[in-house]
C-alpha cells in the first residue's frame, strides 16, 4: 500500500514538474489551485470570487482620460478662465496646477462658482488627478 502511495505521489510531482515546463507557472497555478486573489489572475476569472465568467468580452469605447487618482492641492489662483471651465492654482509647493470645473463642481466658501473666483483668491481643490496632468474638481473651497 505504501508503494502505491510513493508511485501515486510521484506521478503527481512528474505532472507538476511538467505543466511548469510545458505551460510555465500559470499552468501551474491553475493545476494546484490557487484561489484568485492569490496574486495570480486567472483568465476568464470573475474578479474576488475565483469562479469563471460566463459575460461575453465587451468591445473598448473612446474614453477622456483616466483618472489617476483623487487629490487635494491648496494655493493661490493665478488665472482663471470662467468660459473654459478652468483655472491655474500656484500650490505652497510651488508647483502650477491645472483646475477644470465641470456642472457637478461644488463651490465653498467666497464662492459659488467659477464666475465668482478672483485671481489671488487663497483655495483648497479636491479632485481627480487626470492623465494630462489636471486636476478635475469635485471641491473647491475658497478661503480668501
Not at 505504501?2 to 497555478?29: E, H, K, T, Y
Not at 486567472?42 to 460566463?54: K, L, M, V
Not at 461575453?56 to 468660459?83: F, K
Not at 461644488?106 to 462658482?113: D, E, H, K, L, R
Amino acid at each position: 500500500m505504501q508503494q502505491q502511495a510513493s508511485w501515486f505521489s510521484n506521478r503527481i510531482v512528474i505532472a507538476v514538474v511538467g505543466a511548469l515546463l510545458v505551460g510555465g507557472f500559470g499552468a501551474f497555478f491553475a493545476v494546484s489551485g490557487l484561489p484568485h486573489h492569490a496574486g495570480i489572475a486567472q483568465a476568464g476569472s470573475a474578479p474576488g470570487n475565483g469562479t469563471a465568467s460566463t459575460a461575453a468580452p465587451t468591445a473598448p469605447t473612446a474614453t477622456p482620460p483616466a483618472a489617476t487618482g483623487t487629490i487635494t492641492i491648496v494655493g493661490t489662483v493665478i488665472s482663471i478662465e470662467p468660459l473654459n471651465g478652468q483655472f491655474a492654482v500656484l500650490e505652497e509647493t510651488g508647483a502650477t496646477q491645472n483646475v477644470t470645473v465641470t456642472s457637478q463642481t461644488q463651490f465653498t466658501g467666497n464662492a459659488t462658482s467659477i464666475s465668482d473666483l478672483q485671481t489671488g483668491a487663497q483655495v483648497s481643490v479636491t479632485g481627480t488627478q487626470r492623465n494630462d496632468g489636471t486636476l478635475r474638481a469635485t471641491t473647491v473651497d475658497v478661503t480668501g
